[in-house]
């Protein structure tokens, strides 16, 4: 007899106990001795090991990778632009490792999400830290100040050409507002907080893609996994 998963409606095999789709733990009948099924308290014991994770071993495995993968996504990484595949493969091989030496029935996506989510924490702090860190040794030990600050103010006028260009085709040019705008961006305080900016979002961007990541790993493993209860 067909049966159909309860959570994403593909097929599963009558004697299987685990969708092979998603991994949802399913209520198995047998025609042995009549019409039975899986206790349901085992049912629901399964659901619980497979959401809940033991952080101990979750959190050594999220260290060991999320170091590596925050240093390669940071700002001086001649790798960084590629952050988002780093912290994604980190965090979906944090779980793999997770469930290798857990040797848990099944892992939820949620469970993966959440060891995928301190995964990218831990790096995101890494790559913040080497990043602000880089600037700082930069500026105060190398004495590049001023290189940094030409730089920036290359990049301040161009952006301010091209708004200024923009807004007078758009026929809303008012100089004294881009005018601020631009000392604003040019003092110490503006270039601070804009590159403060910039490297919170570069973290935010990396904790989100690590928790998908995390949550990817989980269903794969589950697709490849086929316990039995």
């Known amino acids: 007899m067909e049966i159909t998963c309860n959570r994403c409606h593909q097929p599963v095999e009558a004697e299987s106990c685990y969708c092979p789709t ?7 009948y047998t025609s042995e001795g009549g019409a039975g099924t899986t206790p349901p308290e085992k049912w629901n014991e399964a659901v619980r090991d497979a959401s809940s994770v033991d952080w101990k071993p979750a959190l050594r495995n999220a260290v060991l990778l999320a170091v590596p993968a925050g240093l390669l996504s940071c700002g001086i990484s001649p790798v960084g632009v590629l952050g988002l595949f780093w912290m994604s493969a980190a965090a979906a091989w944090a779980v793999t490792l997770y469930v290798r030496s857990q040797h848990p029935a099944w892992i939820t996506m949620g469970a993966g999400a959440r060891i995928g989510l301190v995964t990218g924490l831990i790096a995101g702090a890494v790559a913040f830290s080497v ?6 040794v930069q500026r105060f030990v190398l004495h590049q100040a001023g290189a940094i600050d030409s730089e920036w103010q290359a990049r301040v006028e161009a952006s301010h050409q091209l708004t200024q260009q923009l807004a007078m085709q758009m026929g809303v040019l008012d100089a004294a507002r881009l005018q601020a705008q631009k000392a604003l961006m040019l003092s110490p305080e503006g270039h601070a907080g804009i590159e403060a900016f910039g490297m919170a979002s570069n973290a935010l961007f990396l904790l989100l893609f690590a928790a998908g990541g995390g949550a990817m790993g989980a269903r794969l493993l589950a697709r490849s996994r086929r316990p039995e209860v």
């Open 22 to 28: 998603c991994g949802l733990p399913q209520l198995v």
């Open 131 to 136: 990043s602000g860190g880089a600037l700082f």
